[in-house]
Structures are given as C-alpha cells and as structure tokens.
C-alpha cells in the first residue's frame, strides 16, 4: 500500500519534555511538510523539506526542530520551548515542492 | 498578505439537501486552488484541483467552481450524505510553486 504514514495517532507529555513525532511515506515524493491545526484555524506550516538532507523553516517553526536524513522520513520534534504545543501535527508530502499534497492521518498531541 | 476565507465557519443540513461553501481569496498571482474535505480527526484529502482557466469541475456529487476576476471559488454539494460531514478546506497556490495558504476551513454537518 502506497501512502503516507504518521505515528502515534494520540501522543501525551509533559510541560518540559521533548517529543519526537514520526512521517513516513512510500510515495518516493521528494518533499515533505509539517502543519499544526488548531480548531477553526487553517493549516499552518511548520517546517518543509523540497529534498534529502535540506528543509526550511515555515510560518510557526519556534519551538520546532526537524530532520530529512532519508527521503521516506521527516521527523517532527516539539521541543520544550514550544510554548503551546497541543494541537493536532499533520505531515504531508508531494511529488515535487508544492505540488499537490497528500496528507497522513495526524497526530495530536496533548500537554498534561 | 495572501488570506483565504471561507464562509460559513459551520453548516448543518438535512440529508439529501445540497449546500453550497465559499471561498474567497486575495493570493496573487495565483496559480491554483484546491478544495479538501477533512473527516474529524484524519488527514486532509484532495477533492478538486483548478487552474486559471477552469470555471468548473465536478468529483461525483461535489461541483467546484472558479471565478479568477472576483478571486473567488465554491464548492456545491448535491443530494449530501451522512459522510458528507466533515471539514472542507479550500487551499489556494500562489504562481511558481510558491507556498500554500489554507482556509479556516467549513465545518459541515448533515443530520438525517
């Protein structure tokens, strides 16, 4: 099955901690990107990637840190110093930078 | 600043009703739009793309509409189902494969 994957599906932690979440895509797409959504707000990018080992910072990237060491995988860490981390992550991914996108399933992360 | 509003924020209607959801745009210059649904809790998926020089395209019961002078799109739902709840987010590209910007998003709920 060809797609785009993101895990966990629920993701809780703690004020301080750092978090990892994972996308994965068998598309062989060459860029990948990562929104947050907030209710009754639009996607907004956080970071993007247009090709392995290079990616660039979106509108909200404080507080965020990513890595595209493979083209399958880009890895989202929400760093403690992300000041409002729950919210719902969705990873998506196109053929070329800003082609159309295909979404994963989303992973929302609560904050306790 | 490129903007894209949608309106309503929310509809509800009565299964078998059709509904229509705004999307009005200020993205120059403007490359495409693409009209998403997004069931609760999962990932974006692609609806309906147009280009500048589309006035309509249909997806089986959803009809898209496009008009490039006023900057502004709909998206016609004929004979709506029970799954036809759910979010739809109208996306708009700006030329040269520049970044994306979302709407807030229609929330649309059909009761039986």
């Known amino acids: 099955d060809g797609g785009i994957t993101q895990s966990p599906k629920y993701l809780f932690r703690k004020e301080g901690q750092n978090v990892t979440l994972s996308c994965e895509q068998n598309?062989?797409?060459?860029?990948m990107y990562w929104y947050r959504q907030d209710p009754g707000q639009g996607l907004r990018l956080i970071y993007y990637s247009q090709i392995v080992n290079d990616f660039q910072k979106g509108d909200i990237a404080e507080g965020y840190s990513v890595s595209r060491e493979k083209k399958e995988s880009f890895p989202l860490t929400v760093t403690s110093a992300q000041k409002n981390p729950t919210a719902f992550y969705l990873c998506?991914?196109?053929?070329?930078?800003?082609?159309?996108?295909?979404f994963g399933p989303g992973t929302r992360l609560t904050v306790l | 600043k490129n903007q894209v509003e949608q309106s309503p924020q929310s509809l509800i209607i009565l299964e078998r009703k059709n509904c229509t959801l705004q999307?009005?745009?200020?993205?120059?210059?403007?490359?495409?739009l693409r009209w998403y649904k997004q069931d609760t809790g999962r990932g974006p998926v692609s609806l309906t793309i147009m280009t500048f020089s589309e006035n309509t395209k249909s997806n089986g019961r959803y009809t898209a509409t496009l008009d490039a002078d006023t900057k502004q799109s709909s998206l016609h739902i004929t004979a709506s189902q029970l799954s036809d709840s759910a979010s739809y987010i109208c996306?708009?590209?700006?030329?040269?494969?520049?970044?994306?910007?979302f709407g807030g998003g229609t929330r649309l709920m059909v009761k039986p």
């Open positions: 999307c009005n745009y200020t993205v120059s210059p403007f490359s495409n």
């Open positions: 996306v708009v590209s700006e030329n040269a494969g520049n970044m994306l910007t």
């Open positions: 998506a991914s196109s053929r070329r930078g800003w082609d159309e996108q295909f």
């Open positions: 598309l062989n797409h060459d860029a």
